[in-house]
């Protein structure tokens, strides 16, 4: 209860530096990709036009490794989590499988991991991916990358997999920014 106290005052503490916006306007922060490594960076020619911070959770299972008989790991399973504006007004979500990202207009897309980075060691990885074409006309249309950065939590549980639990499933909390390009 204490992670889900902390959580959410992050995400109060995270909305306040994310602008959440359709293009850029005179008052609206740009978000920079100064600080990122490399690999997450979005291809030049592009550029911001959406922010959000998702909050919510990611399932993982208990499973024998491929190719491994005999050992086992925790495997992501998806994500679940509301994609909220500056405000804190839920303007998306995100979930999967497939990894799914829908605006409250309708209008959403799937995509391809192109690359992560390491963000520490309780936090899930820094990630850039390619998005598909987007269904529905919205807010989504005509994404090109997205990126998951500011990422706190969502690891693979810490307890025990192996031969007695698999198929368990356990959910963890999480949250990270999402940054949608567009072509420029």
């Known amino acids: 209860m204490l992670f889900k106290s902390t959580l959410a005052a992050a995400a109060?503490?995270?909305?306040?530096?994310?602008?959440?916006?359709?293009?850029?306007?005179?008052?609206?922060?740009?978000?920079?990709?100064?600080?990122?490594?490399?690999?997450?960076?979005?291809?030049?020619?592009?550029?911001?036009?959406w922010e959000t911070v998702g909050v919510g959770q990611i399932t993982y299972e208990c499973k024998v490794k491929a190719n491994m008989p005999g050992q086992h790991e925790w495997v992501f399973g998806g994500p679940d989590a509301r994609l909220l504006d500056r405000s804190g007004k839920q303007v998306g979500k995100y979930y999967?499988?497939?990894?799914?990202?829908?605006?409250?207009?309708?209008?959403?897309?799937?995509?391809?991991?192109?690359?992560?980075?390491?963000?520490?060691?309780?936090?899930?990885?820094?990630?850039?991916?390619?998005?598909?074409?987007?269904?529905?006309?919205?807010?989504?249309?005509?994404?090109?990358?997205?990126?998951?950065v500011a990422t706190q939590g969502g690891i693979a549980p810490r307890t025990a997999c192996g031969a007695a639990n698999v198929g368990a499933r356990q959910v963890v909390q999480y949250q990270a920014d999402y940054i949608f390009y567009k072509a420029s």
């Not at 359709?22 to 030049?44: E, F, I, N, R």
């Not at 820094?126 to 990358?145: E, S």
């Open 12 to 49: 109060a503490l995270a909305l306040t530096a994310c602008a959440s916006h359709m293009g850029t306007g005179p008052s609206a922060a740009v978000y920079s990709q100064a600080g990122l490594p490399d690999a997450v960076k979005v291809p030049a020619g592009h550029k911001v036009a």
């Open 96 to 148: 999967g499988p497939p990894a799914t990202w829908e605006a409250m207009d309708g209008s959403r897309f799937t995509a391809t991991q192109i690359a992560v980075a390491p963000n520490g060691d309780a936090n899930i990885p820094l990630q850039l991916v390619k998005a598909n074409p987007a269904m529905g006309m919205g807010a989504l249309n005509g994404v090109t990358y997205t990126q998951r």
